[in-house]
């Protein structure tokens, strides 16, 4: 069974079990280069859509990225925070960057 992947803005989300997962899309991880540093969010943080979700060091520039819906983090790829060339998996979903709950619905039909 293929899960349903939807992108927006260089990112992708996935519906899980938990919530919705998040991460870089293959044509971000391209764009960036090689990942050097990561700053990612707080489980147990409230995000309103727009706000700022991860801010990535890579060899081809600086980024931070938006999150695409509102929602409570729940998970966060701590691997990544450690070793952020993690983020550069050419496997998609390997390259997630959070989980988040309390997800509107609505804000993922109107993207």
């Not at 990612?40 to 995000?47: A, N, Y």
């Not at 990225?65 to 450690?82: D, H, L, Q, R």
């Amino acid at each position: 069974m293929a899960e349903e992947v939807k992108i927006i803005d260089s990112l992708w989300l996935m519906k899980t079990d938990k919530g919705y997962k998040i991460g870089l899309t293959n044509d971000a991880q391209e764009e960036l280069g090689n990942i050097t540093f990561a700053t990612l969010p707080k489980v147990g943080q409230v995000l309103k859509k727009g706000d700022s979700l991860i801010e990535l060091e890579a060899e081809k520039a600086v980024s931070e990225f938006s999150t695409p819906i509102s929602g409570t983090i729940i998970a966060v790829n701590e691997a990544a925070e450690n070793e952020p060339s993690l983020l550069d998996d050419s496997t998609q979903t390997n390259a997630w960057i959070a989980v988040l709950t309390d997800v509107n619905d609505e804000e993922l039909n109107q993207a």
